[in-house]
């Protein structure tokens, strides 16, 4: 059986949906010779040479279509391209789908959050959302989601089909491992000039990861100078532009703030491994990856309980209400000053990482494959 996977909606930078894909198709890939796998990249995203490696077959398309434009004419290039690669299934990782393949399709979703985001950039995403996403829903052959919380999203306010809902769970990155050396260490603060003891917040610089609830509590314990000198470092793509509001936040509550931008691997590897403790303090997520890539490097973690994060955490945090700046305030001092603390909560991570695997998600999304290859029920 051949399967096409549909990924030129992701980019070069670190993302949720990076991370799923590679590992996610790679472990695929491993499981046995009976499925071949050809996944479509949009140029420059440097997925191919280790998709490659892994023997997946990759096809660069070299201007993928706009949203709007896969809702109006992608389906006649994709019925071309399915055809030319003799693919049986088409797996959907990116929106709006294309109609009418003439083959079954899955759809990915990570989350529901565009029918909550505001502004003009989320707008159209939003219409699209509230409007176009059941239909595309009742199009599909079946729904993969990446955690039970975002499978009950889609029940409740997509008015999604239980019975078509399969949830295949996410897992921590198989590249990120803590990083031990001291000289290693050095150096990536240096590079950063990160001179102090640190809180990392891992992610992009976005209204919904609620960093500034980090900050505040931060600036008070840094008032009562009861954790000593230290900072709060934030590594991921400022693609809104919310840095220098974070800096100003920063500056009036007196808390060193170092914005690195996105991380490569091996500096995102030190970071995990150097920090005091990760804060994730988001209105909403998905899965939380994240979360699992501290809990491998044994880096402590003190996330919200919002969205699909206690699920995938359980007791492998210590979780706080997003915004509830006094639980902040209380839960990071306790990280940072009482060590038996933040050893328990290094063994428990430790422990609750390895309830997700990206080999038991590729058996799960290898069986729907094998049950929908045999169906011969090619809806369009």
């Not at 109006?72 to 690669?85: P, V, Y």
């Not at 914005?259 to 005091?276: E, I, Q």
């Not at 955490?313 to 997003?322: H, I, T």
Request: glycine fraction near 10%; charged fraction near 25%.
């Amino acid at each position: 059986m051949r399967i096409a996977v549909d990924g030129t909606s992701i980019g070069p930078g670190p993302s949720g949906a990076r991370t799923r894909l590679l590992n996610l198709y790679v472990a695929y890939a491993g499981l046995s010779a009976r499925h071949e796998i050809v996944v479509y990249l949009a140029p420059g995203t440097g997925l191919d040479a280790p998709l490659l490696g892994a023997g997946i077959e990759c096809v660069e398309v070299s201007k993928p279509p706009s949203p709007l434009g896969r809702a109006l004419r992608a389906g006649a290039i994709w019925r071309e391209r399915l055809e030319k690669e003799g693919a049986d299934i088409f797996q959907a990782e990116t929106l709006p789908i294309p109609s009418a393949l003439g083959r079954p399709v899955l759809l990915t979703l990570h989350d529901v959050r565009d029918l909550a985001e505001s502004g003009t950039h989320f707008g159209i995403r939003r219409l699209y959302a509230r409007y176009l996403l059941p239909r595309d829903l009742r199009r599909v052959e079946r729904v993969i989601t990446v955690s039970r919380h975002t499978r009950d999203e889609v029940i409740v306010q997509l008015r999604g089909d239980r019975e078509k809902i399969v949830v295949v769970p996410n897992a921590a990155d198989g590249r990120v491992v803590r990083v031990e050396d001291e000289r290693s260490l050095a150096r990536f603060r240096r590079r950063h000039g990160i001179p102090w003891r640190f809180i990392l917040a891992l992610g992009h610089l976005e209204k919904r990861k609620n960093l500034g609830v980090v900050i505040a509590a931060l600036g008070e314990l840094r008032r009562h100078d009861s954790v000593g000198d230290v900072g709060l470092v934030l590594a991921g793509r400022d693609e809104f532009g919310e840095g220098d509001g974070l800096r100003l936040h920063a500056e009036r509550e007196s808390v060193p703030l170092i914005v690195t931008g996105p991380l490569d691997d091996h500096d995102r590897n030190c970071a995990l491994s150097a920090a005091c403790c990760l804060a994730m303090p988001s209105l909403s997520e998905g899965f939380g990856i994240v979360p699992l890539e501290a809990m491998s490097t044994g880096c402590p973690v003190v996330a919200a309980t919002s969205g699909a994060i206690p699920e995938v955490v359980a007791d492998g945090a210590l979780l706080v209400e997003c915004g509830d700046r006094r639980g902040w305030t209380l839960a990071l001092s306790r990280v940072l000053s009482d060590p038996s603390t933040a050893e328990d909560l290094v063994d428990s991570g430790r422990r609750r990482v390895r309830a997700y695997g990206w080999t038991r998600s590729a058996e799960l999304l290898r069986d729907l494959h094998d049950e929908l290859g045999g169906t011969g029920d090619w809806r369009s």
